[in-house]
């Protein structure tokens, strides 16, 4: 017997099929002059490019590094104008679908079960979430901040003892969908503070002293979408008025400077701000939570990928923050002692000068509202992978991490008042 599908069912299916990525490429092109530099803003127009470093067309620039996905059609002109205007380009990835085929390259432990050294859909890390409050009741609470665009719960880890007076570190992970390693991190960090608390003697000093209030996925529709429906996925998942493109970029709609960079008032582009500051459900949850916890919040950390930098105010301004020489201290410490465990080489400074200029960023916005040591980790790596890194390198990228951050939190305890 022959079922015959109703057209418009047809249609949906095919609507919802993930995107594939056969064969597209990912390219590193560093302009030598600004000709080489405009050159390539136009073949960013052009060919409406996936800018993955830096972010936004306004900041492609002589002398600086461009790393960017284009569809298999495009790739053989992009290289014919390359070629053509003598500039020296390396390919990174090849097939950007066979890359993320093989990002899941660690075979651990009981299918649909959550991971520390595997990537985690969201609705394994809910239900972790859950498991930690039950394993660790005494240490772990959960506290639903607010909700996404599409509704779904906003859950902050709180890590410590009932106090609430005790200084606090807030931290979040995962505010560009794509950047998989940084919820990754969130989850490692829950993991090793709670297993190791009363054995690790600084960390059991931590816990005694302090508070961690941990976001393991900050853009939680964006991070669901990304798994379901377009891997290569960064902003959230909100509608825009009288504009067929979907998503603000989270990290562009803090209420600091908001409206200072023209690449980030277009609603199709990856870095929109939105229609207003704090227009996002999300920026709206995670301002609140943190101006009401102002009293105990003493150090804000944001993890992001890639490229293996340690960065701190401003972004928005190239002047330097009023404590920039402490800033630069912390940041120096925790970047070597990253390099203890295996070596890996971060590089530090002020977002502006050291990434590229930003507006709208958790980090200066949570500075300037007063808290004096803010930061953010651009986790590995510096490009071979990008977005896709394989799981294969998630505990390491975890481990060396967390020796930082513990750097800082015992920083905070210390120098803080």
Same mark, same amino acid.
């Given at each position: ?16 099929? $993930?995107? !594939?990525f056969?064969?597209?490429k ?23 490019l996936?800018l993955? @470093? $830096? ?38 990835i ?12 660690? =075979?651990d432990?009981?299918p ?9 859909d ?5 239900? #972790?979430?859950?498991?930690?409050? +039950? %394993?660790? $009741? +005494? ?5 639903k901040?607010?909700? &996404? ?6 859950y ?16 979040d992970?995962?505010?560009h969908? %794509? ?19 009363? %054995? ?8 005694? !002293?302090?508070n ?5 996925v900050?853009?939680v529709?964006?991070y669901?979408?990304? #798994?379901?429906?377009d !891997?290569?996925? !960064? ?14 970029d989270l990290?562009?709609?803090f ?13 199709c582009?990856?870095? @929109?701000?939105? $229609?207003?500051?704090e227009? +996002? ?14 009293d ?8 992001h990928?890639y ?10 301004t190239?002047k330097l ?7 630069? =201290?912390?940041? =120096? ?6 390099s ?17 200029? &930003? ?19 651009e986790? %590995? ?5 990008g977005?896709?890194?394989? +799981? *294969?390198?998630i505990?390491? &990228?975890?481990k ?15 120098h803080? *008042?």
């Amino acid at each position: 017997m022959k079922f015959i599908l109703p057209v418009g069912f047809i249609a949906a299916a095919l609507a919802m099929a $993930p995107v !594939r990525f056969d064969r597209e490429k990912v390219f590193r092109v560093k302009p030598q002059d600004g000709k080489q530099a405009s050159v390539l803003k136009g073949l960013t127009k052009a060919h409406e490019l996936d800018l993955w @470093y $830096p972010d936004a067309i306004h900041d492609v620039a002589a002398n600086i590094t461009v790393d960017f996905r284009v569809s298999e059609k495009d790739s053989q002109a992009i290289q014919s104008t390359l070629d053509q205007n003598k500039m020296q380009y390396k390919i990174l990835i090849h097939d950007v679908q066979e890359e993320i085929e093989k990002q899941f390259d660690v =075979k651990d432990g009981i299918p649909g079960r959550h991971s520390y050294a595997k990537y985690n859909d969201w609705d394994k890390i809910v239900a #972790w979430t859950e498991k930690m409050v +039950e %394993r660790y $009741p +005494e240490m772990v609470s959960r506290i639903k901040i607010g909700s &996404t665009a599409e509704n779904n719960p906003l859950y902050v880890l709180k890590i410590g003892k009932k106090d609430d007076k005790r200084k606090a570190v807030f931290m979040d992970c995962g505010i560009h969908a %794509r950047e998989w390693v940084s919820p990754a991190f969130c989850q490692w960090f829950v993991y090793q503070a709670t297993k190791s608390y009363g %054995r690790n003697k600084i960390m059991t000093k931590l816990l005694d !002293r302090m508070n961690f209030y941990v976001l393991p996925v900050l853009n939680v529709d964006g991070y669901i979408w990304s #798994w379901t429906q377009d !891997r290569m996925w !960064r902003k959230n998942r909100s509608k825009n008025q009288n504009s067929t493109c979907i998503g603000t970029d989270l990290n562009r709609n803090f209420d600091v400077s908001w409206n200072s960079n023209p690449s980030t008032d277009n609603p199709c582009w990856q870095t @929109y701000r939105g $229609p207003a500051p704090e227009s +996002e459900k999300e920026t709206k949850a995670v301002t609140a939570f943190i101006r009401s916890h102002l009293d105990s919040i003493r150090a804000y950390i944001t993890f992001h990928s890639y490229s293996q930098m340690l960065l701190f105010p401003y972004g928005y301004t190239t002047k330097l923050a009023p404590n920039h020489k402490d800033l630069v =201290k912390v940041a =120096k410490i925790a970047t070597d002692v990253i390099s203890t465990r295996y070596e890996t080489r971060y590089i530090y400074g002020p977002i502006a000068s050291t990434i590229y200029p &930003t507006s709208g960023s958790s980090l200066d916005w949570a500075y300037d509202l007063g808290i004096k040591h803010t930061f953010a980790f651009e986790l %590995r790596d510096k490009g071979r992978f990008g977005f896709l890194l394989p +799981e *294969s390198q998630i505990k390491p &990228t975890c481990k060396e991490t967390m020796l930082a951050v513990k750097f800082i939190a015992r920083y905070i305890l210390k120098h803080t *008042s």
